[in-house]
């Protein structure tokens, strides 16, 4: 598709591009065509002589060169596009052209984080799953009353309905892009247990066909597991095609106790689910290829709180916090799984996050130089973004989100919750 540009189809009115006045926001104006047979006059404001090259017009960018600007804004911030397609109407067909979507997507390949979601006790001893915006974008729907979030993955997130105030379902599956919604009865309960979505065709053994960048209106799995009161454990998966739960598969925990955290978040590596099991301080896996369950030991090494999570070069993570310092562990996944070791690959000082007392705004990028030491029971790993490479710990302060490659540090909230569960996915022009 050839794209036009939009001074040729709006010769009337001037239109300041989305985001002008930023140097890293491509500055373009429209030229003002005057009426009455004057000469078409393009005015532009005279830049700061450090800003001189982004202060080209519109007009004089080739039309085959729009489409690869359009292609590099940035997905963190779905506004942007929301604003260049309404433009005119070239754009607009552009932009929401499912080719250059396809194309979008594969350009940036990970999903951006758009919030956040956590449970907030209200009152009269009420709760609910509350959505944070961290970007432009707005649910629908921003608090789910009587829910628990229990995991979110492939643009879809799923929580359970533990009174009912927000349908009839035990667990109900959201996709916030699309607004749409599934429910489902739960199978029988034991004692604990811990649920997971994800995309049907992650299941597939050695991988699948789909890149999990806009599969939140598919068909999903919603993978559950459960334990007795004398260890055994079992798993069952939900598959939204059929509507129906697939047999149970048992396995005998071998230190006979094996409850699961209902709050942790669940880790996806391959087609494997990691659940926590918080009492036995033992990892449960479920192969979702062969349907078999198998049991995993955490890092030796480590001490109090941790939580699972895909590991950055491959294979199973694990992070936990231990004084002042946030401990990174991997884990890889071969054919046997017995010969498999725990490694500690990095090790980050956490004594330069901010007290309590100390004013960070929030969802900012901050350089940090506090020297107080945290103690133990001050920090602890609450969550994390997969892909982003992005760590959630809460503080005194509240809960802060932490960039492993970068070391910036974002204050998320002033909340303290036990678990943050991020909700990921591209909101492009196509979805609304």
């Known amino acids: 598709m050839k794209l036009l540009s939009p001074h040729r189809h709006r010769p009337s009115s001037q239109i300041e591009a989305p985001g002008a006045g930023k140097q890293s926001d491509l500055p373009i104006l429209v030229p003002n065509l005057k009426r009455r047979g004057e000469s078409a006059i393009a005015t532009m404001a005279t830049p700061p002589p450090t800003k001189r090259l982004c202060g080209r017009l519109l007009l004089d960018l080739p039309d085959d060169l729009i489409p690869e600007i359009l292609l590099r804004l940035p997905p963190h911030d779905p506004g942007r596009l929301v604003r260049c397609s309404a433009v005119c109407k070239p754009w607009r067909r552009f932009l929401t052209d499912p080719a250059f979507l396809r194309r979008y997507r594969a350009f940036h390949r990970v999903p951006p984080m758009l919030g956040f979601l956590f449970r907030l006790e209200i009152a009269d001893s009420r709760f609910l799953a509350r959505f944070v915006r961290t970007t432009s974008f707005r649910p629908r729907t921003l608090d789910h009353a009587g829910c628990y979030v229990r995991d979110s993955r492939h643009g879809r997130i799923l929580f359970s309905n533990l009174t009912a105030e927000e349908n009839d379902y035990d667990l109900f599956v959201w996709s916030p892009v699309t607004g749409e919604r599934w429910g489902l009865y739960m199978p029988s309960v034991f004692n604990e247990w811990n649920v997971a979505v994800l995309c049907a065709a992650a299941a597939r053994e050695g991988g699948c066909d789909c890149d999990h960048l806009n599969c939140h209106g598919g068909p999903f799995l919603v993978a559950f597991m459960d334990t007795d009161e004398d260890g055994m454990t079992y798993a069952r998966v939900y598959y939204s095609e059929t509507g129906a739960w697939s047999d149970a598969t048992y396995a005998q925990h071998p230190n006979d106790l094996a409850d699961m955290d209902m709050m942790d978040p669940i880790a996806l590596v391959g087609n494997r689910i990691y659940f926590p099991a918080a009492q036995s301080k033992t990892i449960v896996e479920y192969d979702l290829g062969h349907r078999k369950l198998a049991f995993v030991d955490p890092p030796s090494a480590h001490q109090g709180h941790g939580i699972l999570m895909p590991a950055m070069g491959g294979g199973l993570g694990f992070a936990s916090v231990r004084g002042s310092r946030l401990y990174l562990w991997s ?102």
């Open 331 to 432: 884990r890889e996944t071969g054919s046997d799984r017995t010969a498999a070791a725990w490694t500690q690959s990095r090790v980050l000082e956490l004594n330069t996050l901010p007290n309590r007392e100390t004013r960070v705004p929030l969802n900012q990028p901050t350089a940090l130089g506090f020297t107080e030491i945290l103690m133990e029971e001050d920090v602890t790993v609450v969550g994390f973004a997969e892909g982003l490479g992005v760590i959630f710990v809460r503080t005194s302060a509240g809960v802060f989100a932490i960039n492993l490659e970068s070391g910036q540090v974002k204050k998320m909230s002033s909340r303290r919750p036990d678990v943050v569960i991020p909700y990921m996915s591209f909101y492009t022009p196509g979805n609304f």
